[in-house]
């Protein structure tokens, strides 16, 4: 089975006010790329990953006038992909919704939130993701309340073939800019209140993983961090990042997450490291890369051997080598999938 995380910049920019595909001209939101060319990219690229599942961050919003589920599903029969029903958790308002495109034929899926609403840190399991989490941020001996602007999808899924149950977690995770500061001193200070807030909202994450593992259960998390080794100067501030607290890697080894590439990373010995995220910097005239997106499995699947891969048009030689997958994928998002084979 083909598992997939797939961050698509401002898919909702694709979509009409009533959720209808604009196949056409107009700008995108991405730099000097028309709708219709976008679109014609992520068909390119989904149709090349031919994943049995993929986690879509940044989904088509979710709203009164027009509903996720329904415009991936379109999006799926314009491109004739496999995948073609969709699955949606707790919606938010950022127009930046979390959502999964899998093949029916191959899994079931349904949204399965755990925990109760509300519940304090104190309780026996964490809170729900739609909830709140309550934590002292700035050790003051007073907890703050913290939230998620996009809850984590959480799905219960069952592979039809084998009959093998497993869960998946997806995940946008985002620090705010210090928007409305004025000054260094104030910038520096909402910038590491904003930073706090995201490591908490993993804290709140590694709980819930903690809580899968000990029950036994198959778990893959995955999506766009925006948190990883040297991406800001904080880093040293904190001591950890946000993806090493939610792979546990402090931790006993059967509760644990893997990934490679974040081993890799944080292992520091490497000469280059890989990334997931291709940015231009307008102000140095150059392009940024960085490892922002994670598919994170528990211990029982990562002894199955399973095979992962980041789809980076420059790193993957085999890509590199297909013009037109490479060309779309650099059309497509400014993130690249990655996926994992695994004997499900």
């Keep these: 089975m083909r598992i997939a995380t797939y961050n698509v910049e401002w898919f909702t920019n694709l979509f009409d006010r009533d959720g209808r595909l604009m196949e056409d001209q107009g700008w995108s939101a991405r730099h000097n790329v028309t709708r219709a060319d976008q ?41 004739d992909l496999r995948t073609r029903k969709a699955l949606i958790g707790f919606p938010n308002e950022t127009q930046q919704e979390i959502a999964l495109l899998y093949d029916p034929a191959v899994l079931s899926a349904v949204h399965d939130p755990i925990g109760l609403p509300e519940q304090s840190i104190e309780g026996v399991s964490s809170p729900r993701f739609d909830s709140s989490y309550r934590i002292d941020l700035d050790i003051d001996n007073t907890l703050d309340v913290v939230r998620f602007s996009k809850p984590p999808l959480e799905v219960a899924a069952t592979a039809r073939k084998s009959g093998r149950q497993f869960r998946m977690i997806g995940v946008h995770v985002k620090s705010k800019a210090p928007h409305g500061a004025t000054g260094e001193a104030q910038i520096r200070r909402l910038a590491i209140e904003n930073r706090r807030k995201q490591l908490a909202q993993c804290i709140w994450l590694r709980h819930r993983v903690e809580e899968h593992l000990r029950a036994g259960d198959s778990l893959m998390v995955m999506g766009d961090f925006n ?63 960085a490892l922002l997106d994670y598919l994170m499995v528990s211990p029982d699947l990562a002894a199955r051997k399973p095979r992962w891969r980041i789809w980076h048009p420059f790193d993957d030689p085999a890509i590199y080598a297909t013009p037109d997958l490479r060309e779309a994928l650099l059309t497509a998002s400014d993130h690249f999938p990655v996926s994992i084979d695994i004997d499900l």
């Design 227 to 289: 948190d990883g080794p040297g991406l800001d100067e904080y880093e040293k501030l904190f001591g950890h990042s946000g993806v090493e607290i939610v792979m546990g890697l402090d931790g006993p080894p059967e509760l644990q997450l893997y990934d490679p590439h974040a081993r890799l990373a944080f292992s520091k010995r490497q000469v280059v490291m890989p990334s997931t995220a291709r940015f231009y910097l307008d102000d140095q005239g150059r392009f940024f890369s």
């Design 39 to 79: 679109l014609a990219a992520l068909g390119t690229v989904f149709a090349a990953m031919d994943a049995d599942a993929v986690m879509i961050v940044e989904a088509p919003d979710d709203n009164r006038r027009h509903h996720t589920v329904e415009m991936l599903e379109a999006f799926a029969t314009r491109f």
